[in-house]
């Protein structure tokens, strides 16, 4: 790509002081502009500050984030342990509790408990900072300030629904400014696109509120937890640098997804130096997963095939010109018909009479039924670990045994006033299951 001539105001005013930057240490170092009259880096310059970053980490550093770019499995990807799983769940405990008091968590905790207290909204989070507890807690408390930022005091610990968006924010959510493609990458990773031209400039709280609605949908996989997303910023137009600006708006990095690898293609040179000293100036940990491509539409096609992005998973005419909306407003109306059924599967369950199914737990004095004969098989294989366990680990395998029921369409009854079966409650289904656990341990003994 040869250099324009329209551009040479490359490196002045606040672009100096990202070179400055790079020179006194806070960015990679040994960086030398090519000529004192030409304000701009050559494409040598700038791929020398990589290989210069990328020679400070360690071989475990740079091998991790480089097989996470190009879809290689590592760390992240392998089988879970329960043990190590359960340790790390209540290492991140210890830690939550000792700084909650007078936090957004601790309001999210009165607010919606059985969410923000759920074994699922932890390893969400675990997964998310690389099995690391103490910056799971950190990212916990993060996503709560955006949260609250976002949609209220109110939503606090709450999952938000097509429902909470204003119209504004609907609107952005349809445009496609940032959508989920409908191919995965050569890894079967999930791969979220990012287009400025779409962006409507209108209100940047309604957009961050669409942004935060489809991260957040993206989280709700326990592949893409595991696995998780590759980020394509596709800017190719000198009209889009501005509003590609606000991308990086609200801290939505900060969400519990892990962001496997960064590609921003960008076809102007200014934009392209402006991005290239600003992510060299990124912790070493962090830099590697990000790549930027300059180029035309077919060279930056051809670059991300190379990491394992397929032609027809970036949703862009033939001619590259033209956004193709098709399948991301068909996730749409999938998304509102999902959580419009959920939300009728809530109410008929309030209002229907429910019959005992075989799988179902029931409390009082039904020792023969059929799921509570299951559920006392069940606590006696795993009485011997469940001794071994903390207080709160516990509590968190006895949430693993309910959830093992609902995964079987069992429920947790119990007879109301008029004698008629009503689900139990969370804490109910708890302390049902610690009897039981309690009743195992006393026949044992």
């Known amino acids: 790509m040869t250099y324009d001539a329209d551009d040479d105001d490359t490196m002045n005013g606040g672009n100096q002081r990202l070179f400055n930057a790079a020179q006194e240490g806070t960015g990679p170092p040994q960086i030398h502009r090519p ?36 879809g290689i499995p590592n760390r992240s990807e392998v089988a879970e342990d329960a043990v190590s799983i359960n340790r790390l769940l209540e290492e991140l405990d210890r830690n939550l509790n000792d700084i909650k008091k007078g936090t957004f968590y601790e309001q999210a905790e009165r607010n919606n408990p059985s969410y923000v207290t759920s074994r699922d909204f932890r ?29 209220g ?115 102007n040179w200014k934009a392209y130096c402006i991005g290239s000293v600003a992510i060299y100036c990124l912790p070493h940990s962090v830099l590697p997963k990000f790549r930027i491509h300059h180029g035309s539409d077919m060279e930056c096609l051809y670059k991300l095939g190379s990491f394992g992005i397929p032609r027809d998973a970036v949703p862009l005419s033939a001619g590259g010109f033209q956004l193709d909306n098709r399948h991301h407003l068909e996730w749409c109306r999938h998304r509102k018909e999902l959580e419009r059924s959920q939300s009728s599967s809530v109410l008929d369950a309030v209002h229907s009479v429910i019959v005992p199914g075989p799988n179902d737990v029931l409390f009082g004095q039904f020792r ?78």
């Open 123 to 151: 390893l969400m989070f675990l997964r998310a900072s690389d099995y690391d507890p103490e910056a799971s807690v950190k990212r916990i408390m993060n996503f709560l300030e955006i949260q609250k930022s976002l949609f």
């Open 153 to 267: 005091e109110e939503m606090l610990g709450k999952k938000v629904k097509l429902d909470d968006l204003d119209d504004e924010a609907i609107a952005s959510l349809k445009s496609g400014a940032l959508q989920i493609s409908a191919s995965a990458d050569r890894a079967g990773r999930k791969i979220l696109f990012v287009f400025p031209r779409a962006l409507r400039m209108g209100s940047l709280q309604s957009e961050l509120q669409a942004r935060y609605y489809i991260m957040m949908a993206l989280s709700d996989s326990e592949q893409v937890q595991k696995m998780g997303i590759v980020v394509v910023y596709y800017t190719l137009e000198k009209s889009e640098a501005a509003k590609g600006s606000r991308f990086y708006s609200g801290n939505l990095m900060k969400l519990p997804l892990r962001w496997a690898g960064v590609h921003i293609c960008i076809g």
């Open 368 to 445: 023969s039924n059929a799921g509570n004969c299951a559920l006392r098989k069940l606590a006696s294989s795993l009485l011997d670990e469940y001794n071994s366990l903390t207080k709160t680990l516990k509590t968190r395998m006895a949430q693993g045994v309910i959830k093992e029921f609902g995964s079987l369409g069992g429920r947790f009854l119990k007879q109301n006033s008029s004698g008629e079966w009503e689900e139990a409650s969370q804490v109910e289904a708890l302390r049902k299951v610690a009897k039981t656990f309690r009743n195992c341990r006393r026949n044992d003994s």
């Open 35 to 70: 000529r004192d009259d030409v304000n701009f880096f050559t494409r040598s310059e700038l791929d020398k500050v990589l290989a210069d970053s990328m020679a400070q980490l360690t071989v475990e550093e740079r091998e991790g984030a480089l097989d996470d770019l190009h």
